[in-house]
């Protein structure tokens, strides 16, 4: 089982692959929204890699609770 | 005693013949729609792609569209009215359930008394129509089929609303399908379709303003997961590979669902060149239609051409998907 600093660094390869944001400015306490100017539908395709890459269910209606990179990590590791 | 039924012998399968496509002249750009809803330019192009639409202000009706598409296509077929037997009509958006829009284009076309029927498939209605001629075709039902995909989406829009209004257009485009001479000439191939009824309130027309609905944000989660499946199944139907793919020309819903659903075929194998439909930028998300429009506007601008192995995946309300490979002709 991955550890959170191995979740943090997979999801932001995959912010940075669907957004084009640099890996290193994908840190917990950054807001997706705020912070990283993801839009809505990006956010989706941020949930359905993660989805694939880490086993993990991540439905609408939890995508919208996520609003900090920490909050998806959180989230991932809880529920893989 | 039993009667024992006699059927017409099969053929070895379908071919594209020809098609075409028509649009209303009247372009409305993203500024336009924004001079009336809370939104602009920039915000369009990066949710949905899109930077104008066709929309009809001259009072065509869908089967004036419909029939003018039809038209183009039996022209472009070669093939004379009369030798068309049968008409599919593919549309989610006709005024009124009766009559269908089937047989008044036909007779518009001068096609004599030939089966003719409408479906509603959505977004997905071309490829339906597609499959179902190739299957008539093979089946000996139906030698030559018009196959129409013709939407007036502008009737059923709240153009308040700009999770819609933003989106859909007007437009018809349409195919003549044949019979293949040989199996060497069959051109379309076996139809991967089917349906998600458990989310049909995903895509749905509300009862209280008769105005399309849709929930944007699962219906893209759906498509960019679920749809390059269908793309790749319908290859292996076909016996090809996702490298044998010269052109993709998916539904043109959103050009974020195309870029991603191309990305997902890469990844399985399918060319670095391989064309892609983006036919949605300038022509808006026109359902049934969407797909041979951007086939026709393809062809006229060099990017499709005779002999090209050309994928095409439909999917939207029902929900509803069907693909299948042909040979443009």
């Not at chain 2, 052109?247 to 399985?268: S, T, Y």
């Not at chain 2, 060149?273 to 006229?300: F, K, Q, Y």
Request: glycine share 10%; with cysteine; hydrophobic share 45%.
């Amino acid at each position: 089982m991955a550890d959170k600093p191995e979740i943090l660094s997979g999801l932001a390869e995959i912010v940075e692959e669907v957004a084009g944001i640099e890996k290193a400015e994908v840190s917990a306490e950054k807001s997706f929204v705020d912070d990283l100017d993801i839009d809505s539908l990006s956010m989706v395709e941020i949930a359905v890699q993660a989805e694939d890459k880490f086993g993990v269910k991540i439905p609408d209606d939890q995508l919208a609770e996520l609003k900090t990179v920490g909050d998806a990590v959180d989230y991932i590791a809880k529920n893989r | 005693m039993t009667a024992r039924l006699t059927l017409p012998p099969t053929t070895p399968g379908a071919r594209l013949l020809g098609f075409g496509s028509v649009q209303p002249e009247n372009v409305v750009t993203n500024d336009d729609v924004a001079a009336t809803i809370d939104t602009n330019d920039q915000w369009i192009r990066e949710r949905v792609g899109i930077r104008s639409r066709r929309i009809v202000a001259d009072g065509a009706s869908l089967v004036d569209m419909a029939s003018d598409a039809g038209a183009r296509a039996v022209k472009d077929s070669g093939l004379a009215p009369s030798e068309i037997d049968t008409v599919i009509f593919a549309s989610c958006t006709m005024p009124t359930p009766i009559p269908n829009g089937a047989a008044q284009t036909a007779e518009r076309l001068g096609i004599p008394a030939p089966a003719a029927f409408d479906l509603n498939a959505a977004c997905a209605g071309f490829c339906y129509g597609l499959g179902g001629a190739a299957g008539l075709i093979r089946g000996g039902s139906s030698r030559n089929v018009l196959v129409i995909g013709a939407e007036k989406l502008s009737d059923w829009l709240d153009w308040t609303d700009r999770s819609t209004a933003i989106i859909f257009a007007d437009g018809a485009g349409a195919a003549v399908v044949g019979t293949a001479p040989d199996e060497e000439s069959v051109g379309v191939g076996p139809v991967a379709w089917g349906s998600a009824g458990e989310l049909a309130h995903m895509i749905i027309v509300k009862p209280e303003n008769n105005a399309l609905h849709q929930e944007g944000q699962a219906v893209f989660r759906w498509a960019t997961t679920k749809v390059a499946p269908v793309a790749l199944r319908a290859i292996e139907l076909a016996g090809l590979t996702p490298a044998d793919i010269d052109v993709f020309v998916p539904h043109q819903a959103n050009l974020r669902i195309i870029e991603a659903v191309a990305k997902r075929l890469r990844a399985k194998g399918a060319r670095e060149d391989m064309r892609v439909a983006d036919d949605i930028v300038e022509s808006g998300n026109t359902s049934s239609a969407s797909i041979p429009l951007a086939l026709d506007h393809m062809r006229a601008d060099g990017r499709l051409r005779s002999g090209d192995t050309v994928l095409l995946v439909g999917f939207g309300a029902g929900l509803s998907y069907a693909g299948q490979v042909v040979v443009c002709p």
